[in-house]
Antibody, heavy 120, light 110 residues
């Protein structure tokens, strides 16, 4: 069974960079599929941040591209998200998920999410 | 990229059928057969219910079905049950090689 587990700081100050990690078990990231990050502000809808393939191909939401960086550590079977210059608008539950093979078009396995609050 | 348009809420009685619409553009919904639907209960992660317009992942009830016409996709839930009460989100692959979600629809089972 594929399982994903997010981890992060919980609270970050405005203008700082937040770093989140997603640990994957039950499936090797290197074996295929896309892997991505999605966020959900409190009481609001979902927003895809971006996704990557283990070969290095990475796609980002154009509205976040300049601030988001997704990286992978295949030796630990985990991947990460760095989001720079955060503001209160970046307060959200951040989910990591596996995307179906082919273009990264649907997420079939999700972590339980980690809340990131941006506040001074 | 703009979020896909969904009704804010829909409701139905147990046993009835409901349909949730999801309207996009030719650069997303209308341009690809890559529409998905997710169910989200309060405090939980989303669950994939439909992918590629009308395909159900293993374990999803056949009471859930999807379709698409032009720039609008639809999710139909037949034989409504109390446990179907949740938020539902559509999504689509886009010409920007990313995924855009709808604003979400709250389903109330009366």
């Amino acid at each position: 069974q594929v399982q994903l587990q997010e981890s992060g700081p919980g609270l970050v100050k405005p203008s700082e960079t937040v770093s989140l990690t997603c640990a994957v078990s039950g499936y090797s990231i290197s074996s295929g599929y896309y892997w991505g990050w999605i966020r959900q502000p409190p009481g609001k809808g979902l927003e895809c941040i971006g996704s990557f393939y283990h070969s290095g191909t990475t796609y980002y939401n154009p509205s976040l591209k300049s601030r988001a960086t997704i990286s992978v550590d295949t030796s630990k079977n985990q991947f990460s998200l760095k989001l720079s210059s955060v503001t209160a608008a970046d307060t959200a539950v951040y989910y990591c998920a596996r995307a179906l093979a082919g273009p990264p078009r649907a997420f079939d396995y999700w972590g339980q999410g980690t809340l990131v609050t941006v506040s001074s | 990229q703009s979020a896909l348009t969904q009704p804010a809420s829909v409701s139905g009685s147990p046993g009835q059928s409901i349909t949730i619409s999801c309207t996009g553009a030719s650069s997303d919904v209308g341009g690809y057969n890559y529409v998905s639907w997710y169910q989200q209960h309060p405090g939980k992660a989303p669950r994939l219910m439909i992918y590629d317009v009308s395909n159900r992942p293993s374990g999803v009830s056949n009471r859930f079905s999807g379709s698409k016409s032009g720039n609008t996709a639809s999710l139909t839930i037949s034989g409504l049950q109390a446990e179907d009460e949740a938020d539902y989100y559509c999504s689509s692959y886009t010409s920007s090689t990313t995924v855009v979600f709808g604003g979400g629809t709250k389903l109330t089972v009366l």
